[in-house]
Each structure stands twice: as structure tokens, then as C-alpha cells.
């Protein structure tokens, strides 16, 4: 059974930084897109930011230059580092790992709350 568990949310003011974590269990990930999505209230969810297993990465426009994704193939986790955090990253991030070609291979994570406040 795949699990996956995040870490690392939680309150920071405008500027400041948060790490989110997820590590996979369950079965081997080699084939595995792993990213981060994100959902704030009243909105739909977003992808945020994806990372293939070869390294590949892809963001969302809005966090270019202040996320950064990575990931260990052998710990299978998954990690978003963010920056210069900003009132409108407020969100429950959510972490995904999905087969690149059978599309029902597809876990989520149960949630973490990111809260960007003064």
C-alpha cells in the first residue's frame, strides 16, 4: 500500500522561508513524476511544482525563481524549498507521486497548511 507523508508547513511571516517533505513508501518510485500541488480557499488546485525521476523540473509560473523542488531517489522524498514567501502561497500543499505512463498509479498526500502572515 502506497503512503505518503508530508512535513513542514506551518505559520511565517512575508520573506520568510518554509521546507516541505514527503516520503513515499510502498513500492518503488524509479517511474514515479513526484510534485507538490496546492489549494487555497475558494480555488481550485494547483500544481505548484513537479520533479520526474530523471530530474526534470517544472513550476508554476508564480513561484519561479522562489520555489525550488528536489528529490531523493534513494529515500524516496520528495522536498519544496520556498522563499520569499508571500500572502498568496497561503495554502493546503499537497504532495503527489504519479506513474509517468499509467495514469491510474496516482497518490496524493494528505495535506499540509502553509499560512504566509504578518
Same mark, same amino acid.
Given at each position: 500500500q502506497v503512503q505518503l507523508v508530508e512535513s513542514g =508547513? =506551518?505559520?511565517v511571516q512575508p520573506g520568510g522561508s518554509l521546507r516541505l517533505s514527503c516520503t513515499a513508501s510502498g513500492?518503488?518510485?524509479n517511474n514515479y513524476a513526484m510534485g507538490w500541488y496546492r489549494q487555497a480557499p475558494g480555488k481550485q488546485r494547483e500544481l505548484?511544482?513537479?520533479i520526474t525521476s530523471a530530474g526534470s523540473t517544472t513550476y508554476v509560473d508564480s513561484v519561479k =525563481?522562489?520555489?525550488a523542488i528536489s528529490?531523493?531517489?534513494v529515500k524516496n522524498t520528495v522536498h519544496l524549498q520556498m522563499n520569499s514567501l508571500i500572502p498568496?502561497?497561503?495554502a493546503v500543499?499537497?504532495?503527489n507521486v504519479r506513474h509517468t505512463t499509467i495514469r491510474i498509479l496516482d497518490y496524493w498526500g494528505q495535506g499540509t497548511q502553509v499560512t504566509v502572515s504578518s
Open positions: =508547513g =506551518g505559520l513500492r518503488s518510485f505548484v511544482a513537479v =525563481g522562489r520555489f528529490r531523493d531517489n498568496e502561497d497561503t500543499y499537497y504532495c
